[in-house]
């Protein structure tokens, strides 16, 4: 940058230059023409900017005080004690509220709602007469905490639902049969709901017929030509009216447009607060106590929810099944309450459905819209609660089923367990449906990224931006929801009987020896359950998850698969497509209609490929998928749907074989390479998730090895060589960090963890602890994961920098010495000082001052929890020294500052 003349700096601000009154300063690394700036400009800037540094060299500015003359050297002890008791209000003060706000929202709130709960749902008027006194009782307070905090959260979760659903459907529209306001049209509105969505889907699609089309224009022109013939024929007449006349014709006109008002009233146009509210204000955080009025507005609220959405709903439906006997079904399935309100919503959605279409048959169209928005809600509300709750509950129970011969389990051992714990059992089996549902979803989207664009036309594309299923379960008839369910069912069970049930029988048919799987651990190992859990989690997963090729060699294998099956059944074009014909059509531009024919087939017949965006006509079924996608053109062959049955059966055949193929081969490997190293006899009695993790691993392993052999053979020796090299370098840095990072530490962290605080809490004094250190590994693997996440989210310091710069440099090119001097050494240095300097003391003592053993025994149990307690204690007091100091700081400059300074940068002193 060019240099400038002293008498031309300037202002990088206000772009003036200095004077005596307001000189220039610099107090950053910038040179040139933005290097000077006036203090009062900067100061503004950076109050608007909320910055403390430069924005160009990231240089942190300087201030220095600038305090009175009458201040004195030592600060006076009447000042102190007054900045400090004046910091001692203050904080208690503070802590009163906040102690004030907890109480509240954490106490108040939901113990309201649990005992309103309670009393209404008990049914007798003692309750009720009984229920101001019950507020005050504090008999099972934090059990009733906990559940009112359950009730909270659906009260919020519902309002928060509502005002959500409200946004959609103002975004999106009423349905039609909503919107229409004739009273021709009343009668035939839930069959015009029909009508419309289901019209070869051309609403769903955005695309009329053709017909529709040619006949409305048709329409709308004779329309308009008689529109304009009457228009000249018109001629104006000249009426007379009275003063009567005038006012009466004026009421009629009030009362057609009171009348238009009622009609084109929208009952989901709620009224807004004047007042924005913030979540501080709200909850009490700023230290108002306008809060207390929002607790009392969110008791009500939480009344009105448990009476309107709880307690009405439950005793439609009970009275409802209690006429027809149904009541004791319920009973027995141990969620009498959930599912008996269930049924009451379903009643209250028929009813809301019946109620409209009688309302607007009436002609009351405004309690017919209420009516239908209320049906609308519920009918979402249901069909949410079916799509996220009951299909994967199904899809986790029939899971469970089709796999017990897998553990070696019965149905009858699944039934005990859930009579046992209902809750609990149907948790986990809709989590495990989740899971399966989630995969198979990932799976599918994975299909329709290799696949021709078309070929899974009856599958939707999940990533669409414009699919949005609530729109969907607001517009579509409820027909057409149950089929897809049903559907839905049929489909994904179908799958578990192929890549579950089928591979088991044939496991156990032809190899009766290999299952079931070991799960049950031996009572004289040292192995836990939770040890289990957390090396699933922890290690097994996040590694099998997190490896970047699986992406990609499923899709190489299921193109592979699409070639071969494709080219044996003739349909290769169906699922690929025909890339040469599509390019060709692309760069012909042809507008008109073109046949895709295939010429080494003669009997082939042709199929149209019309570009969608150059016709009106609706397109073909193989050409529009149900997201509205264009699909790629493809050569229908003979017998089409015949081939498509054999692909179909291929398709359940190679899943089967897959499926069969990782049951089998994973954990056979595992289990013969844990039978070399512990003998066949103690092989058996290991758990197989260590056997599937192994052979997980060794298949892995085996086919990234395949995967580079074909890339670098072609390439020939000496790059292979190369790479060879490479790859040695980069696995010697990866496994001697590896057993430091998996091996060496976790070890450490897990018995310095149990020394200070397992041992010390669970075995008594006259007890000689166990150290098993597989054990102590295990729970230092969640330790190391626990320190390293607290690390990255920590402030900026010597091993965050470390730990991330060997992020960002990679497997390949990070250091080896650095990340072992920077990381490394001081976290080995620390966890070795601290579990050996307490072990030296204790038994130095008990030599150097004759001590008995029974007391060594006890300074050594001692130790380790006194000196964590006591460098806790040191780190407690540097740290209140610390802030003493600041408040000194802070009195000093509340009393005596005047102003500040701005620094200068000086390079010398940087």
């Not at 306001?181 to 017929?209: L, S």
């Not at 018109?234 to 009216?241: C, F, K, R, T, V």
Request: glycine share 6%; net charge negative.
């Amino acid at each position: 940058m060019a240099s400038v003349e002293e008498s031309d700096y300037i202002c990088r601000v206000c772009r003036s230059e200095g004077s005596q009154d307001k000189p220039l300063y610099h107090p950053c690394i910038c040179t040139g023409s933005i290097r000077y700036v006036h203090q009062d400009c900067l100061v503004q800037w950076l109050r608007h900017s909320k910055k403390e540094y430069c924005e160009l060299c990231k240089h942190k500015y300087s201030f220095k005080p600038i305090y009175s003359a009458d201040m004195p050297t030592r600060l006076p002890v009447t000042d102190l004690v007054y900045g400090l008791f004046r910091s001692i209000f203050m904080a208690v003060r503070s802590w009163l509220h906040y102690t004030l706000v907890a109480v509240a929202w954490l106490g108040i709130v939901p113990l309201t709602a649990c005992r309103i709960y309670k009393c209404l749902f008990t049914g007798s008027v003692r309750s009720l007469l009984s229920l101001p006194m019950d507020m005050l009782s504090t008999e099972n307070v934090g059990q009733d905490i906990l559940c009112g905090s359950l009730v909270v959260a659906c009260t919020m979760a519902s309002f928060i639902g509502l005002v959500w659903l409200r946004e959609q459907i103002m975004n999106g529209g009423m349905p039609g049969w909503l919107n229409r306001n004739g009273p021709d049209n009343v009668a035939v509105a839930p069959n015009a709901e029909v009508a419309i969505n289901d019209d070869n889907n051309n609403i769903e699609h955005g695309v009329p017929n053709a017909e529709d089309i040619v006949e409305q224009e048709e329409d709308e022109s004779d329309d308009s030509e008689d529109i304009d013939e009457e228009e000249e024929d018109a001629e104006p007449e000249e009426i007379q009216l009275d003063g009567a006349e005038v006012e009466d014709l004026e009421e009629n006109e009030v009362d057609v447009q009171n009348e238009g008002d009622d009609g084109n009233w929208n009952a989901l146009e709620w009224d807004r607060a004047a007042e924005e509210l913030t979540w501080e204000r709200m909850l009490g955080l700023d230290g108002s106590l306008v809060f207390l009025e929002h607790v009392f507005w969110v008791v009500s609220l939480n009344t009105l929810f448990i009476l309107v959405f709880a307690f009405c709903p439950y005793h439609l439906g009970h009275f409802v099944l209690a006429a027809v006997d149904l009541d004791v079904y319920l009973v027995a399935s141990r969620f009498e309450g959930f599912l008996t309100t269930l049924f009451g919503y379903v009643i209250l959605t028929v009813a809301f459905f019946v109620c409209h279409a009688a309302m607007f048959l009436l002609k009351m169209q405004r309690s017919g819209r209420v009516l239908g928005i209320l049906y609308i809600v519920l009918k979402v509300a249901l069909l949410v609660m079916f799509e996220m709750g009951v299909f994967p509950l199904v899809c986790g129970w029939w899971l469970d089923i089709c796999s017990l011969q897998l553990f070696n389990t019965t149905v009858q051992e699944r039934v005990t367990n859930y009579i046992n714990s209902p809750g609990t059992s149907t948790f986990f089996h809709w989590l495990l449906g989740m899971i399966y549902i989630f995969y198979t979803a990932s799976f599918m989207l994975l299909l329709k990224e290799v696949l021709r664009p078309g070929a899974l036309w009856f599958l939707r594309n999940l990533n669409d931006p414009d699919f949005n299923p609530i729109q969907e379960m607001i517009h579509l008839p409820l027909y057409r929801h149950i089929r897809r369910f049903l559907l839905s069912v049929v489909i994904f069970g179908s799958a578990v009987l192929m890549m579950i049930y089928l591979p088991v029988q044939m496991i156990l048919r032809y190899s009766p020896n290999f299952l079931p799987y070991h799960v049950n651990l031996r009572k004289d190992v040292p192995i836990s359950d939770l040890s289990l859990e957390l090396i699933l989690l922890q290690v097994i997963i996040p590694a099998l998850l997190e490896q970047g090729q699986t992406r990609q060699w499923l899709k190489s294998i299921i193109k592979i698969w699409a070639k071969v099956v494709g080219t044996l059944l003739g349909v290769k074009s169906y699922l690929l497509g025909d890339t040469d014909g599509d390019a060709r059509a692309q760069n012909e531009n042809q507008i008109q209609p073109q046949r895709a024919v295939n010429n080494n087939d003669e009997n082939q017949e042709e199929v149209p490929v019309v570009p969608f965006q150059q016709q009106n006509l609706h397109p073909e079924p193989q050409q529009m998928a149900l997201d509205g996608e264009i699909h790629q053109p493809y050569t229908r062959p003979n017998y089409f749907v015949t081939r498509i049955v054999l692909l179909l059966l291929l398709m359940c055949a190679t899943l089967s074989l897959i499926s069969l193929t990782v049951m089998v081969v994973p954990v056979g490997i595992g289990r013969y390479l844990f039978s070399l190293w512990l003998g066949t006899e103690n092989a058996n009695f290991i758990h197989d998730l260590y056997p599937t993790a192994l052979g997980l691993y060794t298949c892995w392993l085996m086919g990234h090895l395949v995967n580079l052999s074909m890339v670098w053979f072609p390439r020939g020796s000496r790059a292979i060589w190369s790479e060879c090299k490479t790859l040695i370098k980069m696995i010697s840095k990866i496994a001697i960090v590896g057993g430091f990072v998996f091996g060496l530490f976790p070890l450490l962290f897990g018995l310095l963890f149990e020394l200070v605080i397992v041992i010390p809490l669970r075995v008594p004094l006259h007890q000689s602890p166990l150290n098993f250190l597989w054990q102590d590994w295990v729970l230092g693997i969640l330790l190391v994961k626990l320190a390293v996440a607290l690390t990255l989210l920590g402030p900026q310091w010597k091993i965050r920098i470390a730990i991330e710069r060997v992020f960002h440099q990679g497997p390949r090119n990070f250091s080896l010495r650095d990340m072992y001097v920077d990381v490394i050494h001081p976290i080995m240095c620390s966890l070795l000082l601290s579990l050996t300097v307490p072990y030296v003391i204790a038994h130095s003592a008990t030599y150097v001052l004759g001590l008995p053993h029974d007391f060594s025994n006890i300074l050594l149990r001692r130790i380790y929890p006194c000196l964590i307690s006591f460098f806790a204690l040191v780190s407690f007091l540097m740290f209140e020294a610390k802030q003493f100091r600041r408040l000194c700081d802070h009195i000093k400059n509340e009393r005596y500052l005047v102003g500040k300074r701005l620094l200068n940068y000086e390079p010398a002193k940087a």
